[in-house]
């Protein structure tokens, strides 16, 4: 069946703009998972979402960035104000239901975000 | 605060060689640690989980509290292993990990 799956899979933006970033998850998976993922380093957690509440944003860096998920499926991450530093492959990742111990997630190609 | 190490960003060995991924953490609680893949272009996936207590694709990782490692080992490395390893933490009751930042394996023919 289909896999998570992130639209765009590059975006270059210029510094200040706002940018939008989009994941489906896989049909029918309650929880769903942003992370950033800068060269060299593995993917830091953003943000989890169970249903359509974010149930953990202790992960987004600051009030710049911002993610919903309104219908509990699709999920928009949003950021303002773009910085250079934010240049990074940004990952979705979604699980059946984000519950119990070794739920296993499942994870999207990622989008590249470019800052110029 | 929890803390995932993998020391090596570059592994390079022959095929047929044993390979070991180096995997240590940092956590006062009850770990659940894993092993993520990501093969080039494609998506980054599980690999392992030490709760499973499996072999895949020849690897076996051991959880061991004492020393807080988590290795990957394989004892015969094949060239389709070449790929980016990372390890993963979750903390008990969290089921958001920590990575590690990554081991890139090559394997030469």
């Known amino acids: 069946g289909a896999g998570v799956s992130q639209t765009p899979s590059n975006k270059v933006t210029e510094k200040g703009k706002y940018v939008e970033l989009r994941c489906d998850p896989i049909?029918?998976?309650?929880?769903l998972y942003w992370y950033r993922q800068s060269l060299g380093q593995g993917p830091e957690f953003l943000i989890y979402?169970?249903?359509?509440?974010?149930?953990?944003d202790s992960g987004l860096p600051n009030d710049r960035f911002f993610a919903v998920r309104p219908e509990g499926s699709v999920s928009t991450l949003k950021i303002q104000r773009t910085e250079r530093g934010d240049s990074a492959v940004y990952l979705c990742?979604?699980?059946?239901?984000?519950?119990?111990?070794?739920?296993?997630?499942?994870f999207g190609p990622g989008t590249r975000l470019t800052v110029l | 605060a929890q803390r995932v190490t993998q020391p090596e960003k570059l592994l390079s060995v022959f095929k047929g060689a044993p390979v070991e991924l180096k995997c240590n953490y940092s956590?006062?609680?009850?770990?659940?640690l894993f092993w993520y893949v990501q093969y080039s272009r494609q998506r980054l996936q599980l690999l392992l989980r030490?709760?499973s207590r499996e072999s895949i694709k020849g690897f076996t990782a051991d959880l061991n509290k004492g020393e807080t490692s988590f290795h990957l080992k394989k004892p015969f490395a094949q060239e389709e292993d070449s790929a980016m390893y990372y390890c993963?933490?979750?903390?008990?009751?969290?089921?958001?990990?920590?990575f590690g930042r990554g081991t890139s394996l090559i394997v030469h023919p």
């Open positions: 993963a933490l979750h903390s008990g009751g969290s089921y958001i990990p920590t």
């Open positions: 030490h709760i």
């Open positions: 979402f169970q249903g359509t509440g974010a149930a953990d």
């Open positions: 049909s029918g998976h309650t929880a």
């Open positions: 956590y006062s609680g009850s770990p659940e």
């Open positions: 990742a979604s699980s059946l239901t984000g519950q119990g111990r070794g739920n296993e997630q499942f």
